[in-house]
C-alpha cells in the first residue's frame, strides 16, 4: 500500500518537474496553476499569534512591528478584517482609545494611526526626559516602562 501511494506521489512530482512548453514558449500561468496546490500544502506556517497590548511602552515596538507586518501591510486582509485583528489585540487603556471606533474599512487607517501616533508620542516623550534628566545628572539614569531611575 505504501509502494502504490509512493508511486502515485512520485508520478505528480514527475509531471510538476516537466514546464509544458507551446512552440517553444513556456506556459508559466498553466504551470503555476498546477503547482500551486503542491507549494501551498507543503509551505504552510504555523498562525503567528498576535500578542496584546495595553500600553506599556517597553512592549510598544514589538507589538507595532509584529502587526505592521502581520495585519497592516497583509493585502489580503479587508479594512474591516484589519479593524478587528487591531481591536481584538488592544486591552485596557490601549482599547480604550478606539472605543468610540466602529468596525468598519473606512475606520481601520484612522484607528491604527490614533494608536501609532499615540505610542509613539509618549515613547518620544519618555526618551526625551530620559536625555534631559541624564545630561542634569552625573548619576547613569535608566528608563523602565512606569518610571525613569537615576543612581
Given at each position: 500500500?505504501?509502494?502504490?501511494q509512493f508511486t502515485a ?45 495595553s500600553r506599556v511602552l ?34 485596557g487603556e490601549a482599547a ?56
Amino acid at each position: 500500500m505504501f509502494r502504490r501511494q509512493f508511486t502515485a506521489h512520485e508520478t505528480d512530482f514527475e509531471t510538476l518537474l516537466v514546464v509544458p512548453r507551446q512552440n517553444g514558449i513556456i506556459d508559466v500561468k498553466d504551470h503555476l496553476a498546477k503547482v500551486q496546490p503542491y507549494v501551498s500544502s507543503a509551505f504552510k506556517l504555523d498562525r503567528i499569534k498576535l500578542q496584546l497590548f495595553s500600553r506599556v511602552l517597553s512592549d510598544w515596538q514589538s507589538f507595532k512591528d509584529l502587526f505592521e507586518s502581520s495585519v497592516n501591510r497583509n493585502t489580503t486582509l479587508s479594512g474591516t478584517e484589519k479593524m478587528v485583528h487591531l481591536k481584538s489585540s488592544l486591552t485596557g487603556e490601549a482599547a480604550a482609545l478606539l472605543s468610540s471606533f466602529q468596525v468598519t474599512d473606512a475606520n481601520y487607517k484612522l484607528a491604527w494611526d490614533a494608536v501609532v501616533h499615540r505610542n509613539n508620542r509618549e515613547r518620544s516623550e519618555r526618551l526625551y526626559t530620559l536625555t534631559s534628566v541624564s545630561s542634569m545628572s552625573t548619576k547613569p539614569c535608566q528608563l523602565n516602562p512606569q518610571k525613569i531611575s537615576c543612581h
